[in-house]
C-alpha cells in the first residue's frame, strides 16, 4: 500500500514538473512542430491555412495532427479560439508526457514506446508484462508513425529467438497470432482516419516507401553517413547521461542487474533506422526510455544498494557509495549539465520567429496587413497555426522533387534566392505592385508556383544576414525596417544567423 502511495506521489510530482516544463517552452527548434501537426490541423478545422508537399501526396497520416484538430474544434465550439490559447493548449497537449516538450509526431510516438515497454515482456516473470497490451500501445506508436513498426519488428524477432526451447512453438504461435490480429485492427483504423483526413482511401505507409526507400529522395532534405546515429543522435539525445547509459549496459550484460534485451533491440533498431540516407537524431526519440532505463541501472550500481552488495563469487567488493560516486554528486552533475541547456532551448534559442507572430497579429488587427511574405529559408518559422488570421501569406518554396532522375535539375525558390536576392526578387514581384489574385496564398490553399510573380507584401519577414544583403533594394521599393527581434546567439546555418526582421511597407 504504502508503496503504490509512493508511486502516486511520485507521478503526480513528475507530471506537474513536466506540466511546468512545456509552459516555459517560447522557442521554435524544428519545422515539424507546426508545418506537420498543428498547421494541418489548423486547416483542418478552421478552413485557412497551408499543408506542405508531403500532405498533398499523402505520404504522412492524419492520426497525429487529429489530436491537435480535436483541441481546436473544441476551443472552437467555446469561442476560445485565440492564438495565444491555441499555442498554450499545443504546449499542453497529452504528447508532451514522454518528457519532450513538443508537438512533434515523434514525441507521440515516445510516449507510447515508452508505454508499451512497460507491459513488454522483457522478463518473463514481471507480473505487469502483458503481450496483448504491450502490441496495442505498439500499434498506436506505429498508427501515429508507421516507421515505428522498425522497432516492434526488432523486439518481437528478439522475443521469439528468447523463447525457451521447452515450448518454443506454442508461444512463437501465439505471439504471432497476437501480432497479426493487432496488426490488422490498427491497419484498418489507419485507414479509416486517414479517408477521414484526406477524403479517399489512401495509405501513407506506402507513399512514405516509395518516396524514402525505394526513391530514396529524402537525401534531397541532406544526406547523412551510415554511422550518424551512432557519434551524433546518441550523444545529442543523452549528452552528460551518456556514460551512464554505456555503463548501464555494461553492468546488465556483465553482472545481469537487468536485462540485455532492451539494448539489443535498441541496436537493432538504430541499424534499421541507419539504412536510409536522411538521418535526424529525434528519429531515435523511441529509443529514449531504454536508455534513462541503462543509466537508472547505472546509477543504481554506482550509488544505490547494489553498490554495497555482496559481490559474485571470486570478486572484488564494490566501494562505498561515500566520496565521488554520491547521490549527491551524480544529481547535482546531471542538473548542471541538463537544466541551463534545457532551459536556454526553451526560453532563448531560436524564440525570435516565433515572437515575430505577436507583432504581425496586432498589425493584422490594426488593418495594416495585407499579406505577408516570408524571405527566409523555407519552414523557418511557424505559419496560420501561430498567427491565426485569414490573411495572404507566402514563402520560399523547397518542395524536393518526386522523381530522383530529377534530383539534379530540380528548381526550388529558397536556393534561388540566397545565390541573388535582388535579382529573384525583381523577378518576383510585378513592376506596378498590383495584387494578382491567381498568385497569392487564399483559404483554399493556393500558394505561388516556385518562381511565379506574386503581390508585393505590405510586410516583409527575414533574417538580419540576409536584411542587410538587400536592404537598399527594400529601402528603393519603399520598405523601411518596422520591427526586430532577437532570435538567437548562434546558428548552425548561416542562412540563420542574426535576429528576426521585418520590414512594412512605407504608407502613401
Known amino acids: 500500500m504504502a508503496g ?5 506521489h511520485l507521478f503526480l510530482t513528475l507530471l506537474l514538473l513536466r506540466l511546468g516544463n512545456v509552459c516555459l517552452v517560447q522557442t521554435f527548434i524544428h519545422p515539424d512542430e507546426t508545418w506537420q501537426s498543428l498547421e494541418v ?5 478552421f478552413g485557412y491555412g497551408y499543408v506542405t508537399w508531403e500532405w498533398r501526396h499523402a505520404l504522412r497520416g492524419f492520426a497525429h495532427p487529429m489530436l491537435f484538430a480535436a483541441v481546436y474544434r473544441l476551443l472552437a465550439l467555446l469561442r476560445l479560439d485565440d492564438t495565444a490559447l491555441i499555442v498554450l493548449c499545443s504546449a499542453l497537449s497529452w504528447t508532451m508526457g514522454s518528457g519532450i516538450v513538443r508537438p512533434l509526431v515523434n514525441s507521440a510516438e515516445t510516449a507510447l514506446t515508452a508505454a508499451a515497454f512497460v507491459y513488454w515482456p522483457w522478463n518473463r516473470s514481471s507480473t505487469r508484462a502483458s503481450l496483448p497490451t504491450a502490441l496495442a500501445l505498439a500499434a498506436l506508436s506505429c498508427i501515429i508513425r508507421p516507421t515505428s513498426a522498425a522497432l516492434w519488428l526488432c523486439a518481437g524477432l528478439i522475443l521469439v529467438i528468447g523463447q525457451p526451447r521447452a515450448n518454443a512453438i506454442a508461444r512463437t504461435a501465439y505471439i504471432v497470432t ?3 490480429g493487432i496488426a490488422i485492427v490498427a491497419v484498418g483504423l489507419m485507414l479509416v482516419i486517414d479517408h477521414v483526413g484526406y477524403g479517399k482511401w489512401v495509405f501513407p505507409p506506402y507513399q512514405f516507401y516509395i518516396f524514402n526507400v525505394q526513391q530514396d529522395l529524402a537525401t534531397w532534405f541532406g544526406e547523412s553517413p551510415p554511422f550518424y546515429h551512432l ?5 545529442i539525445l543523452f549528452t552528460s547521461m551518456l556514460p551512464f547509459v554505456l555503463h548501464g549496459v555494461y553492468m546488465a550484460y556483465r553482472r545481469q542487474y537487468a536485462s540485455i534485451e532492451p539494448a539489443i533491440v535498441a541496436a537493432a533498431a538504430s541499424f534499421v533506422f541507419s539504412l536510409v540516407g536522411h ?3 529525434r528519429f531515435l526519440y523511441p529509443l529514449l526510455p531504454i536508455g534513462f532505463l541503462y543509466a537508472g541501472v547505472s546509477i543504481h550500481t554506482l550509488v544505490g544498494p547494489l553498490a554495497n552488495a555482496e559481490p559474485a563469487k571470486g570478486k572484488p567488493r564494490q566501494q562505498s557509495t561515500r566520496g565521488l560516486w554520491s547521490v549527491r554528486n551524480v544529481v547535482l552533475y546531471l542538473a548542471i549539465t541538463n537544466i541551463p541547456a534545457t532551459l536556454y532551448l526553451d526560453l532563448v534559442h531560436q524564440r525570435g520567429v516565433v515572437d515575430v507572430f505577436g507583432f504581425l497579429r496586432q498589425q493584422t488587427d490594426d488593418g495594416k496587413v495585407s499579406s505577408i511574405g516570408f524571405l527566409m529559408p523555407c519552414h523557418s518559422t511557424p505559419f496560420y497555426s501561430h498567427l491565426h488570421r485569414d490573411v495572404p501569406m507566402w514563402f520560399l518554396s523547397c518542395e524536393p522533387p518526386l522523381e530522383r532522375t530529377l534530383l539534379d535539375s530540380h528548381y526550388w525558390e529558397a536556393n534561388d534566392f540566397e545565390q541573388s536576392p535582388t535579382l529573384f526578387l525583381q523577378k518576383i514581384f510585378s513592376s506596378d505592385g498590383q495584387q494578382d489574385k491567381s498568385t497569392i496564398q487564399s483559404t483554399d490553399n493556393q500558394h505561388p508556383l516556385p518562381g511565379q510573380p506574386r503581390q508585393i507584401p505590405s510586410h516583409i519577414v527575414l533574417y538580419d544576414g540576409m536584411a542587410r544583403r538587400i536592404h537598399e ?3 528603393n521599393m519603399d520598405f523601411s525596417e518596422c520591427a526586430r ?8 546555418d548561416s542562412r540563420r544567423e542574426g535576429d528576426v526582421v521585418v520590414y512594412c511597407k512605407n504608407e502613401i
Open 4 to 8: 503504490r502511495l509512493f508511486e502516486r
Open 41 to 45: 490541423a489548423h486547416r483542418a478545422v
Open 178 to 180: 497476437t501480432a497479426a
Open 231 to 235: 557519434y551524433v543522435s546518441m550523444p
Open 279 to 281: 538521418m535526424e537524431y
Open 473 to 475: 533594394y527594400l529601402s
Open 485 to 492: 527581434f532577437f532570435n538567437t546567439h548562434f546558428s548552425g
